[in-house]
Structure formats: structure tokens, C-alpha cells
């Protein structure tokens, strides 16, 4: 006879907010976070790591959450589409058309954000070595790239003006 997978209460911080959650040990963050509690921007591509559907942020760095356990990200902070609240990265991928059908936008936004503030000073070789960690079939890339490069500009200033 199979046994049920072991219930834990986890503590995540998620987008500010501390939330409480009961998953098994084996449980992706990706399930977690769209099962859990309803934060369905991240998206569920190839559920392995190679298409970035799913990429959100942990502590800063992006991260692909159908890759990564629930309990790996206990007490770190997470961010997701939603937590963006309007960031510039966000309104560079409207100005640019950096998007099509819009599954993978959320992906490529977190992983583009994630970007601009681990690499603010971010030349053309790593931007488009970050890019190649999410996959679109719908656009081309050079509309992200845009979009990225914009909103690197902007970090740039912002940084010169503080």
C-alpha cells in the first residue's frame, strides 16, 4: 500500500506579503504558487527548466519554479508577475510589442527585471545570454531586446540622479 506524501506548513514571502502554506516535501514552487495561492502569471510550459514560462524571482534572481521545490524557498523572498505592480520593464515591453500571445511575457518579464537589478549596467552580449534562458514562438526577440535595453537606460539615469 502507497503512502500519502508527508503535509508541512511552509512560511513563503511572496510579493511583500508573508503567506502560510500547506504543500508535501515534493511539491514545485510553480504548483504552489498557481494551486496555493491563486498566482497564476507564472505558467506552465515544459515543467523542466528550459522554456522560462514559469521564471519568477527568489531573492532577487530568477528562478524557474517548476524546477524548483516549495520548501527550497521557505522564508526567502519571492516575487512574481503580480508583485511587479507597474515596474518600468513592464511598461518598455508595451511601448516595444515585446509580446504576442502573452503565455511566456510573464517569464521573459521577471527574467528581464531580474536583469536590470542584478546587472543594471548590462551590455548587449548579457542581455541577450539572460534572454536565452526563456523561449517564445510567437515574436521575435529583438522587441524584448528593446524593451530590456529601454528599461536598462532608465536604471542607468535613476542611478546617475541619485
Known amino acids: 500500500m502507497e503512502q500519502e506524501p508527508k503535509k508541512i506548513t511552509l512560511e513563503l514571502k511572496i510579493n511583500g506579503e508573508k503567506r502560510e502554506v500547506v504543500v508535501t516535501q515534493d511539491e514545485t514552487l510553480l504548483s504552489t504558487l498557481r494551486n496555493e495561492l491563486y498566482l497564476t502569471g507564472a505558467k506552465p510550459g515544459c515543467y523542466n527548466g528550459d522554456c522560462g514560462a514559469c521564471t519568477v524571482l527568489v531573492d532577487n534572481k530568477p528562478m524557474k519554479s517548476c524546477i524548483m521545490l516549495a520548501v527550497e524557498a521557505a522564508n526567502t523572498p519571492i516575487t512574481t508577475i503580480e508583485g511587479l505592480k507597474n515596474a518600468p520593464i513592464q511598461k518598455a515591453f508595451i511601448e516595444e510589442f515585446a509580446f504576442q500571445c ?18 543594471p549596467n548590462a551590455k548587449e552580449e548579457d542581455i541577450r545570454e539572460w534572454l536565452s534562458s526563456n523561449i517564445c514562438r510567437c515574436t521575435s ?15 542607468r539615469s535613476e542611478a546617475v540622479t541619485e
Not at 503565455?103 to 527574467?111: E, L, Y
Not at 529583438?142 to 536604471?155: F, H, P, R
Open 141 to 155: 526577440y529583438e522587441e524584448i531586446e528593446k524593451a530590456v535595453k529601454k528599461t536598462l537606460s532608465l536604471y
Open 102 to 119: 502573452g503565455f511566456c511575457t510573464p517569464g521573459f518579464i521577471m527574467n528581464c527585471h531580474g536583469l536590470c537589478l542584478n546587472k
